[in-house]
């Protein structure tokens, strides 16, 4: 028994403080405003105050924190991505992942499980090797694996999937791991608040106000803020943030599902995903099976749960398990992913001079939430992109200067 | 001792059926038809289980598929719901989540040191060294969880059904089966499902020693079976609501897909524990659970109970019990002013003292803690939710029946999207404005009173018929809700020791809720996230409402600025084997499939197609490696075919025809002879190749086109797509399944070939590029000279019901010149040798004709065609990376692997796309993508292998057959 927990016993009133304070009234004035208090929003205002220390500073979320996919993700981490910039940014997020809890003195439950990307077909063997080389070059603990490595990690898994996509390899990835998302959000708001942000719930932006090309304040409804630095970091609703200061993004939303089982006990130690049966996999520390898809086929701007996900999702699931057909589905939701056509997202600087985007996420940036947050900060500090998301930028779709993390999807399947 | 009592009027079990089971080592007997709960509580097992967090010994609660303590397993299954699931004979059952069995457990501990684990402990601590984490966590996911799954559990593949109706009635109830009746008589064909065994809803166990409950039930039940235009679907329940009217109706034996015209919901409403100290002892019990106890299946919930109410159910149920000669010590009221109409007087003149304005402070545990011993009542302050001390009684009993309100069972109706309010009158949520199609009836719709619960239902079955034009009659008018409400606005007593349960899935007490808000979670989301309520597999059925109202009262705020928190599907937690149904994985067969099973063809999955990756004949000792050369090796001295009936082929006409394939790809159409083909190279938006296959001008206005294997649905979609963007006059027909195609390739081809046609193949009057028709083996075919794997070589278009007699004659006629058949792995060899590269093996997400030596195939100064604004911009552009064919030093040491990386000057560089030995030209040859100024014949270049060791290579001109040394 940790010797932290004593003094809820012995304390007649419960001994801790809020974790954020109960912001109503904004100010007139803010050195910088941002909207979107999930865990990317959030993460940059922590950053702000701390790298920088610009802590006048206003979190304007339209419902409540980590409400929209931060609380929806699957909470998967990782850094084996294709492109030396996507291995070397997310590489990046997990360091800072992994001394997170210690930083914001909150338990994230970081979680190191190892992550499995099954291949079942000779070419998506092609593109692990593809992603472990280039995770190889750039210091990254990736490597291809055999059925046999997978067996033993995972003996449960039946490596033919019932006979209907036999598992040739996997991209094994061993800083591969699953934190508790919503804790995430909540800790960054708590060390924020501390250093002097100020969050506001229930506050919505209606429009933002830009005069000559400047960015001068926003409009809430609950009143006017000045201000010449605004973030978005509102994923799915970034077009309609981005129509206020008249910006075009080639962002399309989609949305993207997920569900849970009844706890069980532990038995599934790593976190598998496998493209070709589009599923992905882990098991929470309270028991149940964390599971996620593909993106929805269609565009639409809507978080209802749809049942061919879940029909389509569990199928799969008992191809690679057979013996979980009486485990129990308890939830499933879904969230708005906003899509770019690289697959890469979009960050930094606009054409509108204090006005500054973090987009793009795809599946939800969960594992981004660090390491944008800090970045961002930089952005919004100094007013100019670090190198590390320069390749980022919103400028590249007009400038041909695509990130290709497209090319594993194209060729993973 | 039992508590069985002698049959009731209504009772499940069937006394001729005995039946005798195990629980947790000991012997019970029971009867058919008894639920695990039922069957242990008549044989006075009240320990049903473990809680989640604290291990405290619970009960039954609810009965009602949401007493999450009470999971068990019989080896096989687990987490068996024992209120709801039906006792077997000779079942062997133990409680989940138990080490040492349920009595002794040996996590019982954790309830003794509960307040050193306050809400969100977790968070708090165990991350401190941060080494240390890993061996807390190890401890809190081996104590988390429930069951223990079953890793031999059998496969399961429950076929899925599925089904229409008019209107889907969920729920049946009295609404729910005047609902139905109603729309029925209306003419509409009505699906009514329930998830009891027996529909009636609360009518087989709400009686109030009312005598025409029974006779009420007998008569709908009898007119609902009896009618031609109702299927009543019990024992099952709604798993959810989906879009436009999709409700999956999941039954024991799997899933029925519903689409309805309509959906009435009648789902009722769950009830509401009221809140106190030990309310979750095993004993304590909702008084509706009780009282299934005793109307179904003739059990006892105690031998001598207290009834705690906050509303008229609990007198309702006091004299259920009471008429069952279960002894009653008292009904506490809540409330000041007591039951309305005669419920106080018949409770009085069975004997039952009634204590009004009081509360249960706490119930008194019995010495083993495993149950109740007395509970004492003081007065209560509604205002306060205090109990006053000074006047304690202590009132001596073995159980207590719990009433304090109801819940609306309103999930469907959210996932609708319908908008809820508040209703002051019933104090519950009630549906506000229904989506188009959506109706609800009864309980869910905040009416109570039986006559009006009837009339609802009748109103919902009129109004679903008049939506969907069955009827114009008018819907019949329901009263409003009067008089007392049917839930209390606050529930709930304090107590400075806590352990009153508010959630009983997770073990959540009212302090927790007044922590969390005091942490700043005190919005019903962050507090749910928080604390977890409503996140155990029972989803918030008993504890949402109980946790609003706490809410609402620390924040001083109404009960509908709360709101509530989103109902997700599913309704109850659904096994992942009737979701995922019996599994869908076509595959295809092309019409030579079982020849090249027979002749040892290895099967490869190409998309959906499987396909022979090369073939081991019977009786011949190969390896897959010697197979592939000797069939690629055929091809360079003699011949060979393989089986193309997988690519896409799809025949493009109308008045437009030319004009849309310029547009569509990359090259020119328009000039195009009719009998020849042209390269046809699809880019994306972003002038990213997609595919490249053959344009065939068969005439004027018709042309023939193949796609790649993996791409023919895609291209096909993609030409739909553009068509009704571009609003031409064209015509398309998906040919891929219907005709075979088959290449005969290698030096022997023609003679082969000349066998079996008429037509004239010489290289003049049949050149390369050239299309014709002609009988091959008496078959209409289309013949076109391709030169994909071989300079000579013939791909032969048959229908497909000809596939197999044309494929064979040819294999007949090359017999004697050494035809073999080859698969895809020397055809992916062959090409190679060619210099062919294949696109998304060879090519990725990004890449531009510009990268892959494909400038030819585009003709830049067409009008326009889909990637050449990109190409434009690219154009002017340097070019990053560029596709080339290389040789590796023939000493090399390592073979690289496709993939592997190009490095130049310790950088990635480009990587390995394709690399193969080939016996033909007696090197290791491939392509690669290297940097624009390493593309140049004769630049060296190095390859890192897996092992890291570097490998030299050289760019050579694109065709590798002039290498041949043999």
Redesign the interface.
């Known amino acids: 028994?940790?010797l932290?927990?004593?003094k809820?016993?012995v304390s007649r009133e419960?001994p801790?403080?809020?974790?954020?304070?109960?912001c109503t009234e904004p100010k007139k004035t803010y050195d910088a405003v941002i909207i979107g208090g999930g865990g990317h929003g959030l993460a940059a205002a922590y950053y702000l105050a701390k790298d920088h220390g610009i802590t006048n500073v206003a979190v304007l979320e339209k419902?409540?924190?980590?409400?929209g996919n931060t609380?929806r993700n699957t909470t998967i981490v990782r850094s084996n991505y294709l492109t030396?910039e996507g291995v070397n940014f997310y590489n990046a997020s997990v360091k800072l992942f992994?001394?997170l809890?210690?930083e914001l003195?909150?338990?994230?439950?970081?979680?190191?499980r190892g992550h499995f990307t099954l291949a079942h077909?000779?070419?998506a063997m092609?593109?692990m090797?593809?992603r472990a080389?280039?995770n190889k070059?750039v210091g990254v603990e990736s490597y291809?694996v055999g059925p046999d490595e997978i067996s033993k990690a995972c003996p449960?898994l039946d490596i033919s999937c019932?006979g209907?996509?036999p598992i040739l390899g996997a991209l094994y990835h061993a800083p591969g791991s699953v934190a508790?998302h919503?804790?995430v959000a909540?800790g960054y708001a708590k060390e924020a608040d501390r250093m002097g942000v100020e969050i506001f719930?229930s506050t919505e932006v209606t429009s933002i106000d830009v005069k000559s090309g400047k960015v001068v304040g926003v409009q809430t409804n609950k009143g006017y803020i000045s201000t010449n630095r605004v973030l978005s970091a509102v994923a799915g609703f970034t077009p309609r943030i981005c129509e206020m200061v008249d910006i075009e993004t080639p962002i399309v939303i989609h949305p993207l599902q997920a569900c849970v089982?009844?706890?069980?006990?532990?038995?599934l130690d790593t976190i598998l995903v496998s493209g070709s049966l589009h599923v992905y996999v882990s098991q929470s520390?309270?028991?149940e099976l964390v599971m996620g898809s593909s993106l929805d086929p269609y565009e639409i701007h809507s978080t209802?749960?749809?049942?061919d996900f879940?029909?389509g999702l569990?199928?799969?699931?008992?191809?690679m398990f057979?013996?979980?057909?009486?485990?129990?589905?308890?939830?499933?939701?879904a969230g708005m992913a906003d899509l770019t056509?690289?697959f890469a997202p979009i960050m930094g600087k606009t054409e509108v001079e204090g006005f500054y985007i973090d987009a793009g996420w795809g599946t939800w940036g969960f594992k981004a939430t660090p390491i944008s947050g800090k970045t961002m900060a930089e952005t919004i500090a100094r007013d100019m992109a670090p190198d590390m998301i320069k390749s980022f930028r919103l400028s590249r779709f007009e400038d041909?200067e695509?990130t290709?993390e497209?090319?594993?999807?194209?060729?993973g399947h | 001792m039992t508590l069985r009592i002698a049959e009731q009027e209504n009772e499940w079990i069937n006394r001729d059926m005995p039946l005798t089971f195990e629980y947790e080592g000991q012997q019970i007997e029971a009867y058919e038809g008894d639920t695990i709960s039922s069957a242990l509580w008549a044989a006075d097992i009240k320990v049903l289980g473990r809680s989640?967090k604290y291990h405290r010994a619970r009960g039954l609660l609810s009965f009602a598929n949401h007493d999450v303590n009470a999971l068990m397993t019989d080896g096989v299954?687990?987490?068996i719901r024992a209120d709801v699931i039906p006792v077997t004979h000779n079942m062997q059952l133990t409680a989940v989540?138990t080490d040492g069995g349920v009595i002794k457990d040996k996590g019982r501990y954790i309830d003794k040191?509960s307040?050193?684990?306050?809400v969100g402990?977790?968070?708090?601590?165990?991350?401190?060294?941060?080494w240390m984490?890993?061996f807390?966590?190890d401890k809190?996911?081996?104590a988390?969880?429930?069951?223990?799954?079953?890793?031999?559990?059998?496969?399961?593949?429950r076929a899925k059904r599925y089904a229409h109706c008019d209107v889907l009635v969920v729920g049946a109830g009295a609404s729910g089966l005047s609902a139905a009746l109603e729309a029925a008589e209306a003419g509409s064909q009505v699906i009514l499902v329930d998830e009891n065994r027996k529909i009636g809803g609360s009518l087989t166990y709400d009686m109030a020693t009312d005598v025409n409950t029974g006779s009420l039930l007998k008569q709908l039940t009898e007119n609902v079976l009896n009618h031609a235009n109702i299927q009543v679907i019990a024992d099952a329940y709604a798993g959810?609501y989906?879009?436009d009217h999709?409700v999956?109706i999941v039954e024991k034996r799997g899933i029925t897909?519903v689409r309805a015209g309509t959906v009435i919901v009648a789902s009722g409403a769950f009830e509401q524990p009221p809140v106190f100290r030990y309310n979750d002892l095993p004993g304590v019990m909702l008084s509706s659970a009780a009282q299934r106890l005793v109307n179904r299946y003739s059990v006892k919930p105690f031998t001598k109970g207290v009834l705690v109410t906050a509303n008229d159910y609990g007198y309702r149920a006091a004299l259920d019990l009471a008429a069952a000669k279960v002894e009653i010590v008292a009904v506490i009221d809540m409330r000041q002013t007591g039951a309305e109409g005669d419920l106080t007087e018949k409770v009085k003149q069975a004997g039952i003292a009634v204590h009004l304005g009081s509360c249960i402070y706490e119930v008194v545990p019995s010495s083993d803690k495993l149950g109740v011993s007395a509970v004492i009542v003081c007065p209560y302050n509604e205002a306060t939710a205090e109990a006053d001390l000074h006047q304690q009684v202590v009132l001596n009993c073995d159980g207590v029946a719990m009433s304090a309100g109801w819940a609306p069972a309103a999930a469907l109706l959210y996932?609708a999207g319908t908008q809820m309010r508040y209703d002051q009158a019933v104090q519950q949520f009630v549906p506000n404005q229904l989506p188009e199609g959506v109706f609800a009836a009864g309980k869910v719709n905040g009416i109570f009173e039986l006559e009006q619960r009837l009339l609802d239902g009748k109103r919902a079955g009129a109004e679903a018929a008049r939506y969907l034009g069955k009827s114009t009659a008018d819907p019949v008018a329901v009263m409003a809700h009067r008089g007392n409400s049917p839930s209390h606005p606050y529930p709930i007593v304090n107590h400075p020791k806590g352990k009153n349960f508010v959630d009983f899935d997770e073990d959540i007490q009212v302090?927790d809720f007044?922590?969390a808000a005091?942490?700043?979670?005190?919005?019903i989301?962050?507090m749910k996230?928080?604390t977890t309520v409503g996140m155990g597999?029972s989803?918030g059925k008993h504890s949402n409402m109980n946790a609003i109202r706490i809410l609402a009262r620390i924040r001083d705020l109404p009960v509908e600025k709360i709101g509530s928190t989103?109902a997700?599907?599913?309704f109850h937690?659904?096994?992942?084997?009737h979701?995922?149904?019996r599994?869908?994985?076509p595959h295809r067969h092309t019409a030579m499939h079982e020849w090249h099973v027979k002749e040892g063809g290895v099967m490869?999955?190409a998309g959906v197609w499987l396909r022979p990756a090369y073939y081991l004949p019977l009786g011949i000792n190969l390896t897959s490696q010697q197979a592939v050369q000797q069939e690629a090796m055929a091809v360079r001295k003699s011949a060979g075919m393989i089986d193309g009936s997988t690519l896409g082929k799809i025949e493009v006409f109308g008045k437009d025809a030319a004009a849309f394939l310029e547009r569509f790809y990359t090259g020119k159409f328009a000039s195009q002879k009719v009998g020849n083909s042209r390269i046809a190279m699809l880019l994306d938006e972003?002038?990213v190749i997609v595919d490249d296959g053959v344009a065939v001008r068969l005439d004027q206005d018709k042309f023939y086109v193949s796609t790649n294997s993996s791409n023919a649905a895609t291209v096909y979609r993609e030409m739909q797509r553009n068509l009704q963007l571009w609003g031409m006059q064209v015509t398309l027909v998906n040919l891929t399944g219907v005709m075979s195609a088959m290449t005969l390739a290698g030096p022997s081809s023609r003679s082969i070939l000349s066998e079996l046609t008429d037509l004239d193949l010489l290289e003049e009057a049949f050149p390369q590029g050239a299309y014709r028709e002609a009988l091959v083996a008496g078959v209409k075919a289309r013949v076109m000279r391709v030169a994909f794997v071989s300079d000579l070589a013939f791909e032969i278009h048959v229908p497909s019901s000809a596939g197999l007699h044309v494929w064979q004659k040819i294999m007949e006629a090359g017999k004697t010149y050494g035809l073999r058949p080859f698969g895809t792995d020397a055809q992916r060899l062959l090409r190679l040798e060619m210099g062919h590269h294949l696109i998304?093996?060879d090519t990725?997400?990004?890449t531009n004709p510009f990268e892959a030596h494909a400038e030819s195939l585009v003709a830049m100064d067409k009008a326009f065609f889909i990637g050449q604004r990109?190409l434009k911009?690219?154009q002017k552009?340097p070019v990053k990376k560029k596709l080339v064919t290389f040789v590796l030093d023939a000493d090399f040491g390592e073979l690289p692997?496709?993939?592997?990386?190009v490095i130049e000057k310790g950088e990635?560089a480009g990587?390995v796309t394709s690399i193969s030995f080939s016996e033909y030209v007696n090197r290791v040859i491939g392509f690669a993508f290297v940097l624009p100024e390493q593309a140049k014949a004769g630049h060296r270049f190095a390859i890192?292998t897996?092992s890291g060791r570097i490998e030299m290579a050289e760019v050579v001109e694109h065709s590798f057959l002039s290498l041949n040394q043999g």
């Not at chain 1, 419902?63 to 409400?67: F, T």
């Not at chain 1, 909150?106 to 190191?112: D, E, G, K, Q």
């Not at chain 2, 402990?121 to 941060?130: D, I, L, N, S, V």
Request: charged residues 25%; proline residues 8%.
């Open positions: 028994m940790p932290r927990l004593l809820y016993a419960h801790a403080p809020r974790f954020f304070r109960d419902g409540y924190i980590g409400g609380g030396p992994e001394d809890s210690e003195d909150l338990n994230l439950f970081y979680s190191n077909t000779d070419s092609r593109t090797r593809w080389e280039v070059h291809v449960q019932s209907q996509a508790r919503d804790a909540w719930q089982t009844e706890p069980m006990k532990p038995w520390s309270r028991g209802r749960s749809s049942l879940v029909e569990t199928s799969h699931i008992t191809d057979p013996f979980l057909g009486n485990v129990k589905v308890v939830r499933q939701w056509p690289d041909y695509l290709g497209k090319g594993a999807a194209s060729v | 989640f299954d687990t987490n989540n040191i307040a050193f684990l306050p402990f977790y968070y708090k601590t165990f991350h401190k060294p941060k984490f890993p807390w966590e809190i996911r081996k988390a969880g429930l069951g223990e799954v079953n890793f031999n559990y059998p496969r399961i593949t959810g989906y879009t999709l999956p897909k996932q302090k007044i922590n005091k942490e700043g979670f005190d919005n989301e962050l996230r928080f597999p989803q989103t997700r599907p599913f937690p659904t096994p992942i084997g979701l995922g149904g599994g869908f994985h490869m999955e972003a002038g998304s093996h990725d997400g990004l990109s911009i690219l552009k692997k496709e993939c592997n990386l990635i990587r890192r897996d």
